[in-house]
């Protein structure tokens, strides 16, 4: 009997044990299935991509162009005058057929546009649209001559078409000539439609002859008619003569300047004129000037035409009868970002196409055939500018190239300059190194408030890169359109004052900052507050105070007024001198702070000075540090808020009632409850929701980081029903189960006319009426401490009844073994 009652004690401590574990577990298990808080940092701007089309061309591209000498009053070719406008001499576009004409028919004449923004290289871009070379090669001399001809002289064709992307500034262009646009340019890559082949020519101070060039390729001789397709490579430093010509292995023999074009002759594409030049036939386009027979006259009675050597379709009226097909071959200029700082640039001519403009399949639509007649490698980590050129000297041809579209990222370019204003580090406080953080604006619009946020990290300025820093490819628009703006702010350094000075224009796809850096002793700080929130001002505290820290070797500790330079109570006002020093601002401050009267630097050793390094901190009040994270860069704090984690609440109701089916109700109530608190309006469920319903954008954590537990209560439960519930994961089913009581004689008769009587009206509290009564909405409050399924909660209450009732009996047999002993 002994042995018994001990084998109980020792199992019912071990049974103890066993529940008490349970239990502990239990009640410490998260009461919800919610994530951890996923913070948004916003420190990247994404790029928006950007397609042009014909009606966009005006607003993104700049037309430009020069006429030689005999142009100007008294020139051979405008004895009389006036002179050109400035719209005379520049290219023209066409916005109706995307057309534009780099030069007209005539000699010594240049025409380009130029992409207003630089292009990302990170990012692919492709521009599509076809040229038109002209009529004729440099063999073909068809002008017919008139005895009265004055100035000009029978010629063949020339030049034609350059396609430059280089890293120079936006708008920049070429020389003319055999340069065709591209030679002058440093670091240039292009291709060039040639139509003149050309002997090597050093540099002179004709317009067409500046820089010079290098013999075209293969071993042709000019006025054989021989034009070509060809990569030009420019050099970015003056060469020597007979020196190599970067990776080419050819050489000239006189120096070059910087921006010398090599050609690639290991792709050159010889070009078949039957298609690439409309000699003859239906394939010319008619120029204003014409004879009868379709050929230009050279003389007087030619120029005295308006607009002669233009294309004859630029006279028509009507968009729907301009023919911007006839005579062009249709190209793709296209780039692909790779691996290793490298893309690669394509260039295609297509030939069977009936979609004008190009379509953006081209390239895989059946029955179009192309020609790859080159690639390229291009240094992806620097910006291009685009500029599309073409001339004509002695020799000349209407030169035209139709725009069909341009897809690519815009992007600026950023240069950073920092100046030391310390008398040559007269104190030895001056780094090697300096951090600059790079700062992308929105500004506001209709329906967008301004934003202000770190792109990216800090960079790295260094004194071996004698202080100077190139950010290329910040994008210029963000994926929603907006364009944006860039500054620069220094992170401070230790004993000096810095300040940032744009020196151009915001607009600028360029743009130049001066960072200085002035010992000053005692030195001001200055820094403003930015909410990355999306504007939600309801979110934010009405004020926030901001901490002044400094270094003190490894260790780091506030700083005391009593630290501060003599008169820091003109500037602070009367405070008691061991007090922190702190700065409070708010939104009627623009959130900005300034700390005054601190001094720059502290003696260490005698004769020996060291900067003080000060910092910042903020005062996270309980009010809003779980709605925010809080960064401080430099001087600035950057609060941004965190993107809390929602969920859905999944509610099924069931039915428990076979044989009862006829006085289920039609429909139920339920109420959502968040912390056993009333969430929202009651909500009503029925057939035509397939008894279902869910409950979205819950948020899992209140404002002070609490997880939010859900529950389901059901309000004005049916006659005959008791309501079960059952909770997995993110679902709670509703089991409304028939209970039949037991009725009284005089209930009996009404029971069985329910059961028997298929026509009788179902047993509804809520009348079958979906809009519920306040008393149904207060009963839920009354009955909002009963013991509902929680989401994600595991509740342990059972198992704390179990190892009570254990612990008690235990106590018990023990408390009998020790009586029993006495």
Sequence with gaps: MILNKKRTVIFSLIGLIFISLLTLLSVQTKQTNAEEVVTVHSTDVDTGATTLTRSDFNDNFTLSGTVGMRYQVGGAFNPFGPALTDDERKARYDEETGIITLTPNRNDWSGNFTLNNRISTEQPFKLKGAIYLGDRTDEDWRDKEEASENGGTPSGGADGIGFAFHPE????????????????????????FDTYWNTAQQSNDDDNHRLGWE??????????????????????????????????????????????????????????????????????????????????VQGESRRLISDYGYDANDDLLSGSTKDDTTGFQNVIYDYKPGDSGKGTLRIYLLHGITTNPISSGALTEEGIVYDLIGQKEIDSTDSLALAVSASTGAFRNLQQFRFDSFEYSAVK???????????????????????????????????KEEVRLPYKTPIEIRATDNWTYV????????????????????????????????????????????????????LTIS?????????????????????????????????????LATGYQSFYGQVNSNDFVTQE??????????????????????GVEQGIQYFLKEEL??????????????????????????????????????????????????????????QGNPVTIGVSEKWTWEFTDLAIRDELGNDILYSIKEIDVAKHYQVDQIQENNKITLINKFVKEEPNPEEEEEDNNINNDGDSEPTNNNDGNSNHSEEAHNDAKKETTENLPVVGQYSGFWLILVGAALLFGVVLLVKHKQERKK
Excluded: C
Excluded at 538 to 546: E, F, G, K, Q
């Design 471 to 522: 950010y290329d490819n910040l994008p210029k628009y963000n994926n929603e359109g907006r364009e944006i703006f860039y500054d620069v702010k220094e992170i401070p350094v230790a004993g000096y004052e810095s300040t940032s000075q744009r020196l151009n224009d915001e607009n600028d796809s360029e743009i130049q900052f001066k960072l200085s850096n002035k010992i000053q002793n005692p």
């Design 585 to 606: 601002t708010n939104s009627n401050k623009n959130w900005e702070y300034t700390f005054s009267h601190l001094h720059g630097t502290e003696e260490i050793e005698e």
């Design 215 to 296: 013999n075209d390729p293969g071993s042709n001789a000019p006025h054989e008619g021989n034009p070509f397709g060809s990569f030009i490579e420019t050099t970015t430093e003056p060469t020597p003569s007979n020196a190599l010509l970067l990776d080419s292995g050819r050489v000239v023999p006189f120096a070059t300047d910087a921006g010398f074009g090599v050609a690639d002759w290991n792709q050159v594409a010889w070009l078949d004129t039957s298609k690439i030049l409309q000699n003859s036939g239906v394939s010319r386009r008619g120029e204003i000037g014409d004879d009868i027979d379709g050929n230009p």
């Design 527 to 563: 820094g403003e507050k930015i909410w990355l929130d999306d504007g939600n001002i309801t979110s934010r505290p009405a004020h926030i105070t901001v901490q002044l820290w400094r270094k003190d070797g490894e260790q780091e500790r506030q700083v005391q007024f009593n630290e």
């Design 621 to 678: 009040s309980t009010d809003y540090k779980y709605r925010y994270e809080s960064q401080v860069i430099g001087r600035d704090i950057v609060n941004t808020a965190i993107e809390v984690e929602k969920m859905s609440l999944i509610v099924n109701k069931e039915w428990d009632d076979k044989g009862y089916e006829s006085i289920r109700p039609e429909t139920i109530t339920i109420q959502l409850l968040a912390n056993n608190k009333l």
């Design 413 to 447: 370019r950023l240069t950073i300059d920092k100046i030391w204003e310390d008398e040559s580090d007269i104190n030895g406080l001056r780094p090697d190194t300096i951090e600059v953080q790079v700062w992308a604006n929105l500004k506001a619009t209709n329906n």
């Design 169 to 192: 500034e936006v708008g920049k262009v070429g020389f003319t000539g055999a340069n065709m646009g591209i030679g002058g340019l440093k670091g240039a890559i292009g291709y060039k």
